[in-house]
């Protein structure tokens, strides 16, 4: 295979726990099960990109030795989410005994938030029958999505989105591996754009490789259709001059122009919004619970088109308000 083809998240992936980054407090945790032997039921929850998959496979790797495959599965729960995915292939899993002289198996259930809850009270048996043989581990984005039977039975490990020196460091070893430079501003570009997702901002630093070895801001902004910054905080400065024309203008740029969907324009200018401590308290209320508003229509299906501009005129009549 071609190497120059490979997806960077893949080839980059941690292969010990001493690789996972900006998750130290819980990578000396699990190191420490590896140290004793033992592992309970594990709960790891957390938002996309930040580690929650590497560190359940470093773990038995480190677990288990080169032969960390025969005692180690991977499942997604958003695949087949019923009760019949636990029944049978789940089941089947933690019944068997471990191999090569193991004294437990691991079952990693990724996406578990999506499990059914009736689907959820079979594996909390499951969980409980075959303890002795296997140790399960779950991943969810919302912990609150899961049983309280099976969170009571797991030692919980909530993971935080990556800081900017952990991605920093990251994206300056793959770069040098590559043989990428990567200015300041683009460094910067990378980490608005992530969120302190990883996987995001390998992915965004790849899509950059394919255009030029030297990594610059204007095309981070162009292959993650993202709107710089400053742009936000134009549109923002326009809707507080109470300028409807101009905001729409602005904003069919962003999404007609640009390409950016509004459901990534919504969260672009909630952060703008929250770091913006010239606006008045009970105006960034207003605007805050129409983001919300508008946020949670086209999440179910309502026309992005008309709830983003029922959003300008919602936030200019608060401006205006406000003024009054």
């Given at each position: 295979?071609?190497?120059?083809?490979?997806?960077?998240?893949?080839?980059?992936?941690p292969k010990t726990l001493d690789d996972v980054v900006g998750q130290k407090e819980i990578v000396a945790?699990?190191?420490?099960?590896?140290?004793?032997?033992?592992?309970?039921?594990?709960?790891?929850?957390?938002?996309?990109?930040?580690?929650?998959?590497?560190?359940?496979?470093?773990?038995?790797?480190?677990?288990?030795?080169?032969?960390?495959?025969?005692?180690?599965?991977?499942?997604?729960?958003?695949?087949?989410?019923?009760?019949?995915?636990?029944?049978?292939?789940?089941?089947?899993?933690?019944?068997?005994?471990?191999?090569?002289?193991?004294?437990?198996?691991?079952?990693?259930?990724?996406?578990?938030?999506?499990?059914?809850?009736?689907?959820?009270?079979?594996?909390?048996?499951?969980?409980?029958?075959?303890?002795?043989?296997?140790?399960?581990?779950?991943?969810?984005?919302?912990?609150?999505?899961?049983?309280?039977?099976?969170?009571?039975?797991?030692?919980?490990?909530?993971?935080?989105?990556?800081?900017?020196?952990?991605?920093?460091?990251?994206?300056?070893?793959?770069?040098?591996?590559?043989?990428?430079?990567?200015?300041?501003?683009?460094?910067?570009?990378?980490?608005?754009?992530?969120?302190?997702?990883?996987?995001?901002?390998?992915?965004?630093?790849?899509?950059?490789?394919?255009?030029?070895?030297e990594i610059k801001e204007e095309m981070i902004y162009e292959i993650t259709s993202t709107a710089r910054?400053?742009?936000?905080?134009?549109?923002?400065?326009?809707?507080?001059?109470?300028?409807?024309?101009?905001a729409e203008h602005k904003l069919n740029g962003l999404i007609t122009g640009r390409g950016i969907a509004?459901?990534?324009?919504?969260?672009?200018?909630?952060?703008?919004?929250?770091?913006?401590?010239?606006?008045?308290?009970?105006?960034?209320?207003?605007?805050?619970?129409?983001?919300?508003?508008?946020?949670?229509?086209?999440?179910?299906?309502?026309?992005?088109?008309?709830?983003?501009?029922?959003?300008?005129?919602?936030?200019?009549?608060?401006?205006?308000?406000?003024?009054?």
């Amino acid at each position: 295979m071609d190497e120059n083809n490979t997806i960077w998240t893949e080839k980059y992936r941690p292969k010990t726990l001493d690789d996972v980054v900006g998750q130290k407090e819980i990578v000396a945790r699990l190191k420490s099960y590896v140290k004793t032997g033992s592992l309970p039921h594990l709960l790891f929850t957390g938002p996309a990109g930040i580690g929650k998959t590497t560190s359940a496979v470093a773990l038995a790797r480190e677990f288990f030795g080169e032969n960390w495959q025969v005692n180690f599965r991977e499942l997604n729960a958003s695949d087949e989410r019923g009760i019949d995915v636990v029944r049978n292939q789940i089941k089947q899993f933690a019944r068997t005994a471990p191999m090569g002289g193991a004294e437990f198996k691991i079952l990693f259930l990724d996406e578990a938030d999506a499990l059914t809850n009736d689907a959820q009270a079979a594996l909390r048996r499951t969980m409980e029958n075959y303890a002795y043989t296997c140790r399960f581990i779950l991943s969810c984005n919302y912990s609150s999505k899961i049983i309280d039977p099976i969170q009571s039975r797991c030692a919980l490990y909530r993971f935080r989105p990556l800081d900017r020196e952990a991605v920093t460091e990251e994206l300056n070893r793959i770069a040098k591996t590559e043989g990428l430079s990567i200015t300041e501003d683009a460094m910067s570009a990378i980490i608005y754009v992530a969120q302190g997702d990883m996987r995001k901002a390998i992915n965004a630093l790849q899509g950059g490789a394919i255009i030029s070895p030297e990594i610059k801001e204007e095309m981070i902004y162009e292959i993650t259709s993202t709107a710089r910054p400053d742009e936000i905080r134009e549109l923002l400065s326009i809707i507080m001059d109470g300028n409807f024309n101009a905001a729409e203008h602005k904003l069919n740029g962003l999404i007609t122009g640009r390409g950016i969907a509004p459901l990534e324009l919504l969260n672009q200018f909630y952060r703008t919004l929250i770091d913006n401590q010239e606006i008045d308290r009970k105006m960034k209320v207003e605007m805050i619970s129409h983001l919300g508003d508008a946020d949670f229509r086209i999440s179910e299906g309502a026309n992005p088109n008309i709830q983003m501009e029922a959003l300008l005129a919602k936030c200019i009549l608060s401006a205006e308000n406000s003024v009054k």
